[in-house]
Structures are given as structure tokens and as C-alpha cells.
């Protein structure tokens, strides 16, 4: 049972002053064993209050991030998963679901985490699932003003996945999950 | 004269493939297969007086079963007090402890045991037979009914509730979300389903998600006993770190510790008020110990439920000794040794004074892990295993019990307490020197007739 959190495109400090109130009293340490950030913090201080949550934190560098030594993508491995993470401005065009699969299929990864769109989405695809956490604080994107925060929570448990979808609509934390398996693609060899 | 043999467990039967006999006696000094740290002195050629016969073979229960010639919990004891005892001693106990045993296991043989006979035989000692220690127990504890034909149906029963317990109270949210989805919606395979698209979200029941801040949630409820079960972990990992049976990387050892952490969790969880204090991992290893090296093959895989329920039971008469809250109080810690403090006054008033008052020796200082934990910290292994026979036997309960056996130890070293000073004092009593169970056994019954008096 490993709880994983996916966030990103806060936007700090140029678009939106810090996560809603509502998010940072959900988020306490102690809880999450890995963060994994799509990118756009954009300032250090972020940078230091994720890791306070959790020691295990992945950053992907976004078009704004001032810390330049972040990399493009990075793959890790979660119990029987393996993920990836992209910013996701790289991929063009923006959010299109045949890319990213495209990007999936050279990470070899069975579940892709970018951001960029500021949009929540959850894709599946044959080569396995695209999760857009959207963002983190509401930020305005390229693309659109109205945004919602929302940020991901992954409940790893042996080969299934449960996704936590919060987002905050109205003022409101509001909660949905999503379930998937992964199917065992067993090595044929041993068969 | 046997303080520099080299202790007697390296040379037990352990250690070869095949079992041994390391003397001719059958085993004095180790219960079943497994190690015990009991440096009894096997081969005394002093101490070899005429064998007496073996006892008359009764119907017993556990049918195979190498026939004890001798059992004088007097041998069990370190070296250096073995000079008490004389030879003539020797043969004197043996032949009583020969009838006392064979009582023993008359009582427990029968259809229905008198639970009131059953005290007064193993209030003296139980012998080192295989399996005879984890019934007697089981009996004492009031885990197995006094009718023997009741014990299958009360065995199950009690070994169902404890699986029910692991099931309800071990399993991670994950686990339990899952479950709830699944009985609730029949769970179709997505995996199956388009193979591409947007994943279809869905709600989530009760509100119940892993950053959830409700009291009611069980990921809150989780994650705030994550401290508690990290707790148990570490304590579990320092029991008895020099036995086999709990320590090491053997596949053995670490299933021992897994069912000690599982059994303290669960009753963690099932006395909220209490929970878990350090401490209770110690009073729960010598039961384990006792089942779990039960040689009938049921007894022993069903151990860890079995000792759920005596541990229970054992430390109800215990457990405010455990709350932080009630130490002030009647029923608290300081009050038992306050009680103690003054059955050591009533029997032996000139080492009283000597102790609290001239050398300041605040009882605290060493009865308080005496009492806490039922002794097993003060005495080897099996030593402390001879004193909770005592202890749990004794018809007036074991509190009493308890603190009658602190006060014999404390008149045992008298001598050595008048002639010390604070330093000394406290030193030597936080360091029980090692001595002659059943002596102080005796002792503390002594002081039981004279307090009624």
C-alpha cells in the first residue's frame, strides 16, 4: 500500500500566491511515501515545502521553473509499476492523447504523469494510462483562465491502482477515484 | 565450582542434526526442541545420588514422552547457590518432587480436573515435561474449561474469534476499500473494455479517501496507528535478544516475531485505552514460548490465537499497572509498591529501615520493573519460568503472589543490603544476583503462613 502524490503547475509566486488552504490542511507528512511533480513550481521554496511532506520528491523541469537542473522526463519504479513524468509543454500538441502515448511508448512506462493542460485527465490507452494531475493551485494556463485546483493521489496496492481525484470546486474538496489493474503482462518466456 | 564450565546450552542437542541425549539423564534443563538459556548443570558428579525409579506411567495425555526420572526445579538453578543444597536434599526432594509430579499428572489426566487441587500441586512447580507446562498453564489462565470433553468445541471457537480478529483488525485501508467496492459493485473487469479512452471516474463511498482528516476514516484511524505498531515493531525486535527462538534471521525466529507483533497489535486495537505500553511485549514471551513449543502439533500451530487469550487474561489482573494515569491511584503502581513496602516492613523490619530509610533506597527504583514485568527481567529464562508456574497458580491470585516472592527476594540477600550503602544497594538489586528458585519459592510461601498469623 503505497501512497504516491502527483501535483503540479502551481505556478508560484507569478501566477497564484500558494496551494488553497483547504489542499495544505489535507497534505500533512507521515502519510505520502512519494511525490511526483510535473513541473512549473516554479520557485525553491516549493520545492522546500514538498519535500517536507514527503523526503522522496521527483521533479520534472516546466517552461518556468527557475531551478534549470531539473530533468526533461524520469522514470521510477513503484512496487509493480513503473512511472513516468514529463512536463509535457514538450509534447505537441498540447494534451493531444496520441502523443503522450508516443512519449509513453519511449519511457516504457505503464502509467505517464504530465501536466501543462492545468486540466485533470485520465487516459487509457494500449500501452497503459495517462494521468494529468492538473493544477495544484488554480493556476491560469496557456490555454485557459478557468481552472480548478486539483492534484492526484495514487493508492499503489499490489497490481491495482486506485486513483484519488481532489479537486477543489466551488470552495469545496471534492473527492472521486478511479480503479484500474494492471493486467500481469507475465514474461512469455516463463510460460 | 562450575561458574567457568562452559554454559550447558552450547552443548544441548540443538546444535546436531540428530538429536542427542547429552547425558544419560533425560533433559532437565530444556522443555522441547528448541534452546532454553537455563545453565543448569547437567553432569554434577556430586550430584549424582542414586537414580530413583521412574515414576509409574499414568495415563497422560501426551502418550510419547521421554520419562522424567528427576525433576528438582532445585537443579535449574545458576551455579554459585548450588552450595545450599545437600545431597541428602537432593534425594529428599526428588523423591518428593517424583510423587508431587506424578500427582500432577494424575490431575490433569482426568475427565474433569479440580481447578482448586490442580493450584495446589503446580503452585510448587510444574515439571519440564514437553506440553504438560502449556496445559497446566492454559488451565490456570482459565483458557481451557476444567472438562476436558469441552476443550475441542471451546478450542475452535476461541481459535475462530482470533482469525476473525487478524482479518477485521490487520488488514491497510487498501484492503478494506477493496473489499467494500467489491461487495458493493460487482466488479467489472475494465481491462477487458474499450482499450482506449478517458477512464471513467467514480465516486467514492463514505467520504473515505487516504488524506481523509475524519475521525471516523479509517485511513486516519490507520495512520494514527502507525506509531503504535512502529512502537510494537521495535519492541518485539528486542525481546530476549538472546534466544533463538525470538532473535536472529531464521526464518523461525522471525515468524515468532511476526505473531508477537500481530497478538500485541490486536489487543492494541481492542483496548483503546489502554493500547500498548512497553513492557508488554515481555510478559507475552514466555507464553508464546511455552504454546508455540507444544509438541502436539495442533496445540502448536494454533499458538499465536492460544496466546492471544491467556495474555488477555494474564494481564487483566495486570493492567493498571499500565496506565500512566492510574499510577497515583489505589489501584496504580506506586500503590502495589507501596504494598510491597510494607509486607517488607511487616516480615523484616530492620532491613526495611535499613532500606528506605537509612540508605534512601526509594523502591521504585527496583520494583518497579519487578512488578511490571512479572519478574522475567530479573531471572534466566527458565528460571522465570518456574516462578510464573508459582505465580499463576497460587490460589490467592497473582498480584499477592507477586509481591510475596519480591519481599522473599529482597530478605534473600538481606545480609548484603544491611552491609551496603545506596550505591550498592540499588546495584545489586537492579541487578538480581542469581539464586535458588525453589529456596526462594519456599521463602515466599514462608512469609504467606506468617502474615496470616
Redesign the interface.
Known amino acids: 500500500?503505497v501512497?504516491v502524490l502527483a501535483l503540479g503547475d502551481l505556478h508560484v509566486p507569478h501566477r497564484a500566491p500558494d496551494l488553497p488552504a483547504k489542499f495544505k490542511?489535507?497534505?500533512?507528512p507521515?502519510?505520502i511515501q512519494h511525490i511526483i511533480c510535473t513541473g512549473n513550481l516554479c520557485i525553491k521554496e516549493v520545492h522546500d515545502y514538498l519535500k517536507t511532506l514527503c523526503p522522496d520528491l521527483h521533479i520534472t523541469r516546466g517552461e518556468y521553473d527557475e531551478e534549470t537542473r531539473y530533468p526533461e522526463t524520469k522514470t521510477l519504479t513503484i512496487g509493480q509499476f513503473k512511472l513516468g513524468l514529463c512536463h509535457g509543454h514538450q509534447v505537441i500538441p498540447w494534451g493531444d492523447?496520441d502523443s503522450l502515448a508516443m512519449l509513453q511508448r519511449q519511457l516504457d512506462v505503464d502509467i505517464l504523469v504530465t501536466g501543462h493542460t492545468h486540466q485533470f485527465?485520465?487516459?487509457?490507452?494500449?500501452g497503459g494510462?495517462v494521468i494529468n494531475p492538473g493544477s495544484a493551485t488554480g493556476a491560469y494556463s496557456s490555454i485557459t483562465y478557468d481552472v480548478n485546483p486539483s492534484f492526484v493521489?495514487m493508492?499503489i496496492?499490489g497490481l491495482?491502482v486506485?486513483v484519488?481525484?481532489?479537486e477543489l470546486i466551488d470552495g469545496e474538496v471534492k473527492?472521486?477515484?478511479?480503479?484500474?489493474?494492471k493486467?500481469t503482462t507475465v514474461n512469455l518466456v516463463f510460460l | 565450582m562450575v561458574n567457568k564450565r562452559v554454559p550447558d546450552w552450547l552443548n544441548s542437542s540443538l546444535w546436531s542434526s540428530t538429536p542427542l541425549e547429552d547425558d544419560e539423564r533425560p533433559s532437565r534443563q530444556s522443555t522441547n526442541t528448541t534452546t532454553t538459556i537455563s545453565y543448569s548443570p547437567t553432569v554434577e558428579p556430586t550430584l549424582d545420588p542414586p537414580t530413583p525409579p521412574a515414576p509409574p506411567s499414568p495415563t497422560r495425555v501426551e502418550p510419547e514422552k521421554p520419562p522424567e526420572t528427576k525433576d528438582s526445579p532445585s537443579n535449574d538453578s545458576h551455579s554459585s547457590d548450588l552450595s545450599y543444597n545437600d545431597i541428602s536434599e537432593e534425594v529428599d526432594s526428588s523423591t518428593v518432587d517424583i510423587s508431587r509430579q506424578s500427582q500432577l499428572l494424575a490431575e490433569i489426566s482426568k475427565k474433569v480436573i479440580n481447578i482448586r487441587d490442580l493450584r495446589r500441586i503446580s503452585s510448587q512447580g510444574i515439571p519440564d515435561i514437553p506440553g504438560i507446562r502449556s496445559m497446566v498453564w492454559k488451565l490456570l489462565l482459565g483458557y481451557l474449561p476444567p472438562d476436558r470433553g469441552l476443550w475441542s468445541l471451546e478450542l475452535t471457537k476461541r481459535r475462530l474469534q482470533y482469525k476473525q480478529f487478524k482479518e477485521e483488525l490487520l488488514m491497510?485501508?487498501?484492503?478494506i476499500?477493496?473489499r467494500l467496492?467489491k461487495t458493493r459493485s460487482c466488479d467489472k473487469d475494465?481491462?477487458k473494455s474499450e482499450?482506449?479512452?478517458?477512464?471513467?471516474?467514480?465516486?467514492?463511498t463514505h467520504?473515505e479517501?487516504?488524506?481523509?482528516?475524519g475521525k471516523t476514516s479509517i485511513w486516519n484511524q490507520f495512520?494514527q496507528d502507525?506509531e503504535i505498531i512502529e512502537q510494537i515493531d521495535r519492541d518485539v525486535k528486542r525481546t530476549h535478544p538472546g534466544m533463538h527462538f525470538f532473535s536472529g534471521d531464521s526464518q523461525f525466529a522471525e515468524c515468532n516475531q511476526e505473531a508477537l507483533k500481530n497478538i500485541l497489535i490486536i489487543f492494541a486495537k481492542l483496548n483503546p485505552g489502554i493500547k500498548y505500553v512497553q513492557g508488554m511485549n515481555e510478559i507475552l514471551a514466555p507464553l508464546f514460548y511455552i504454546f508455540r513449543n507444544d509438541p502436539e502439533e495442533e496445540n502448536a500451530a494454533f499458538a499465536e490465537a492460544d496466546t492471544f487469550f491467556c495474555f488477555v487474561e494474564l494481564l487483566s489482573g495486570f493492567r493498571d499497572h499500565f496506565c500512566q494515569q492510574l499510577d497515583n491511584s489505589v489501584v496504580g503502581i506506586r500503590s502495589t509498591i507501596t504494598k510491597l513496602s510494607q509486607l517488607l516492613k511487616e516480615h523484616d523490619e530492620e532491613l526495611w529501615r535499613h532500606l528506605e530509610v537509612t540508605t534512601k533506597v526509594n523502591p521504585q527504583f527496583y520494583a518497579f520493573r519487578w512488578i511490571t514485568l512479572l519478574l522475567t527481567q530479573e531471572f534466566n529464562f527458565s528460571d522465570s519460568l518456574h516462578i510464573w508456574d508459582t505465580l499463576l497458580s497460587d490460589p490467592e491470585g497473582p498480584q499477592e503472589t507477586l509481591l510475596r516472592i519480591c519481599c522473599a527476594m529482597l530478605i534473600l540477600i538481606r545480609r548484603r543490603l544491611l552491609a551496603g550503602d545506596f550505591t550498592s544497594n540499588l546495584k545489586l538489586l537492579q541487578n538480581y544476583p542469581p539464586t535458588n528458585i525453589s529456596h526462594l519459592l519456599y521463602v515466599a510461601n514462608t512469609l504467606r503462613v506468617r502474615s496470616i498469623g
Open positions: 500500500m501512497l490542511s489535507m497534505l500533512v507521515g502519510k492523447l485527465t485520465a487516459y487509457k490507452h494500449e494510462v493521489l493508492d496496492d491495482r486506485v484519488y481525484v481532489y473527492v472521486d477515484k478511479i480503479d484500474f489493474k493486467t | 491497510n485501508p487498501s484492503e476499500t477493496w467496492d475494465n481491462s482499450s482506449r479512452g478517458l477512464l471513467s471516474r467514480s465516486e467514492i467520504g479517501h487516504p488524506l481523509s482528516l495512520f502507525t
